[in-house]
C-alpha cells in the first residue's frame, strides 16, 4: 500500500480561492505587516512567499525589515505603531528572533485583534477554552489537511510530537476538539515508538529529520508532518521518514508541499477575519 499524498499547494490554492470574495465584499483591502528582523535566508523566503501570496489576494501588504542587531526596545516600538494604524488588520513578527531579542516579550505586545499568527496568549486562551479566535496558522492549516485526508477524527488515537507553543499545543487542543484521544509527546517522552504505534493519527513537529520510521507508523495511519529540515547536502527533510512513512500510511504530507502553503493561506485567513472583525465594528 503506498499512501494518498495530501497536496498541501492545491488545498491553499482553494482556500485562498474562497478568501477572495470575502475581501472583495470589505470597503478596503485587508492589511498585513510583517516583520523581520535580520537576514536569516530561510526567513526571508517565508516572509517572500507570504508577500506573494498576499499580493495574489489583494491583501494590502507591508513589510517592515530591521537589522539583526536592532534592539527590543526597537522593535517594540514598530508593534505599537502598528497596533495603532488603522489600515493594518493583521501583524506578523517572523520567528525565529535573534537571540538577544525576547520573543515572548514580542508576542505579548502585538493586539490580540490584529495577531495574525494566532499566537498571542488572549487566542490561545480562547483556543484551549474552544472559542472563537484567531487560530495559530500552522496547527489550523493541518487540521485542514487532517480533514481533506476524508478520515474520520471522532474517537481516534493521535500523537502530537513535539510541544511548542507554536504547533504542539494548540494542534493537541484542535485535536481534542474534533474528539480524538491526544497523547502529546516531547524530548522526555518514554518509548516514542510505541505510542506512535498505536496511533490514528501522527503529526510530527519536533525538527529532527526522519526522526520517526515507516515501522513505527500504524498501518492506514493518517500522517502530517509540519517539520522542515535543511539537510548536509541542502536538500529538505520532514521529520518523518518519507519513503518508509508512505508505504505504511493512508495518507501522508509531502516536505516540501504539504503543511507549508497551508500555513501561509491559514495567515491570509487570519487577516481577513481580523479585518472583517474590525470593520464590522467600525461600521456599527
Known amino acids: 500500500m503506498t499512501a494518498r499524498s495530501l497536496n498541501g499547494r492545491a488545498l491553499a490554492r482553494q482556500r485562498n480561492q474562497a478568501l477572495k470574495s470575502r475581501i472583495a465584499a470589505l470597503p478596503r483591502p485587508p492589511g498585513l505587516a510583517v516583520v523581520l528582523v535580520g537576514e536569516d535566508p530561510a526567513s526571508q523566503i517565508y516572509v517572500r ?24 526596545e ?23 528572533l535573534p537571540r538577544h531579542l525576547d520573543a515572548t516579550v514580542v508576542m505579548d505586545r502585538i493586539d490580540p485583534a490584529k495577531d495574525a499568527d494566532g499566537l498571542h496568549p488572549t487566542n490561545t486562551g480562547l483556543l484551549v477554552q474552544g472559542r472563537a479566535g484567531l487560530i495559530a496558522c500552522t496547527p489550523h492549516g493541518c487540521m485542514h489537511l487532517l480533514r481533506e485526508s476524508g478520515e474520520e477524527l471522532s474517537g481516534r488515537d493521535a500523537v502530537v510530537i513535539g510541544r511548542s507553543n507554536i504547533v504542539g499545543r494548540p494542534m493537541a487542543a484542535l485535536l481534542e ?16 515508538e510505541s505510542i506512535v504505534r498505536r496511533s490514528d493519527v501522527v503529526v510530527a513537529a ?3 529529520p526522519n526522526l520517526i520510521r515507516g515501522e513505527w507508523i500504524k498501518p492506514g ?16 527533510a520532514g521529520d518523518v521518514f518519507f519513503d518508509e512513512a ?17 500555513t501561509i493561506a491559514m495567515l491570509m485567513e487570519n487577516t ?3 479585518a472583517e472583525a474590525r470593520l464590522g465594528r467600525d461600521a456599527m
Open 177 to 192: 476538539q474534533a474528539n480524538c484521544t491526544v497523547t502529546l509527546c516531547h524530548s522526555r517522552t518514554r518509548d516514542l
Open 74 to 96: 526597537a522593535l517594540l516600538a514598530v508593534i505599537d505603531r502598528l497596533n495603532d494604524d488603522t489600515s493594518v488588520d493583521g501583524i506578523l513578527v517572523q520567528l525565529p
Open 49 to 72: 512567499r507570504k508577500g506573494v501570496v498576499a499580493g495574489r489576494l489583494g491583501i494590502a501588504h507591508q513589510q517592515i525589515d530591521l537589522p539583526a542587531d536592532a534592539t527590543q
Open 246 to 262: 508512505r508505504e505504511v500510511a493512508g495518507a501522508i504530507t509531502p516536505v516540501p508541499g504539504g503543511v507549508g502553503p497551508m
Open 206 to 208: 519536533v525538527g529532527r
Open 221 to 236: 495511519a493518517v500522517v502530517i508532518d509540519v517539520g522542515m529540515n535543511r539537510l548536509e547536502d541542502g536538500s529538505l
Open 272 to 274: 481577513v477575519r481580523a
